[in-house]
């Protein structure tokens, strides 16, 4: 078994010696930690809908205010869903994995310089 450095003799990054530390294990778990559970909420959430507008159509084409139906707002409501996770998920890109990217970034820049 050989011992991954963060840079050979060459200078080249060891990258399997990255993917492999606690730091970037740490970047994909708190990633993962977030995408995930939001991925099934949104998933679960859209297959509602296109069950409902199969199978309940009554339901679905139930007015609510003039010609604004249930599927309507809950169709439009997909697309606010999507901008929410989107704007969530940037916000906690910012605040919590970009931090540590950074940090790695900057190791592994240094060691290239370094070698």
């Given at each position: 078994m050989t011992d991954h450095s963060t840079a050979?003799?060459?200078?080249?990054?060891?990258?399997i010696a990255v993917e492999e530390s606690p730091r970037f294990r740490e970047l994909?778990?708190?990633?993962?930690?977030f995408i995930f559970p939001l991925a099934a909420f949104f998933l679960v959430?859209?297959?509602?809908?296109?069950?409902?507008?199969a199978f309940a159509t009554e339901f679905m084409?139930?007015?609510?205010?003039g010609d604004i139906t249930v599927g309507l707002i809950m169709g439009l409501g997909q697309?606010?869903?999507?901008f929410a996770?989107?704007?969530?998920?940037?916000?906690?890109a910012n605040r919590r994995l970009d931090p540590i990217a950074t940090e790695i970034r900057e190791e592994l820049e240094k060691a290239q310089a370094d070698a």
């Open positions: 050979d003799s060459a200078g080249a990054i060891d990258y994909k778990k708190t990633q993962r930690s959430w859209y297959f509602v809908y296109v069950l409902l507008a084409s139930q007015r609510v205010w697309f606010v869903t999507t996770i989107t704007m969530g998920y940037v916000a906690f």
